[in-house]
């Protein structure tokens, strides 16, 4: 079985940072892209960042400048870094996984989610 998990969320006033984190495990062969989604209430959710596993990144326009994508592919994990936080960057924030399993099968993991809030 596989794991995402995320840590990092909280409430932060707006202009302030936080960090993202989530880390993979279970029987992982080789990770992929990774990516952050995020969710607001009553809207779709919408994809973040991404970063490949060569390290190429991609940001959406109402991040770019402020979020910046990282991971470290020895301990499988993902970062996000966000700075000059806004209110409306207030969501549930997600990471994506495409990665493949030691039984040889690739497919998208999800992680569970963690609240981040932007309000003084």
């Known amino acids: 079985q596989v794991q995402l998990v995320e840590s990092g969320g909280g409430l932060v006033q707006p202009g302030g940072s936080l960090r993202l984190s989530c880390a993979a495990s279970g029987s992982i062969y080789s990770i992929y892209a990774m990516e952050w989604y995020r969710q607001a209430p009553g809207k779709q959710r919408e994809l973040v960042a991404t970063?490949?596993?060569?390290?190429?990144?991609n940001y959406a326009d109402s991040v770019k400048g402020r979020f910046t994508i990282s991971r470290d592919n020895a301990k499988n994990t993902v970062h996000l870094q966000m700075n000059s936080l806004k209110p409306e960057d207030t969501a549930v924030y997600y990471c994506?996984?495409?990665?493949?399993?030691?039984?040889?099968?690739?497919?998208?993991?999800w992680g569970q989610g963690t609240q981040v809030t932007v309000s003084s």
């Open positions: 970063i490949t596993s060569g390290g190429s990144t």
């Open positions: 994506n996984a495409d990665l493949e399993t030691h039984r040889r099968v690739q497919r998208r993991y």
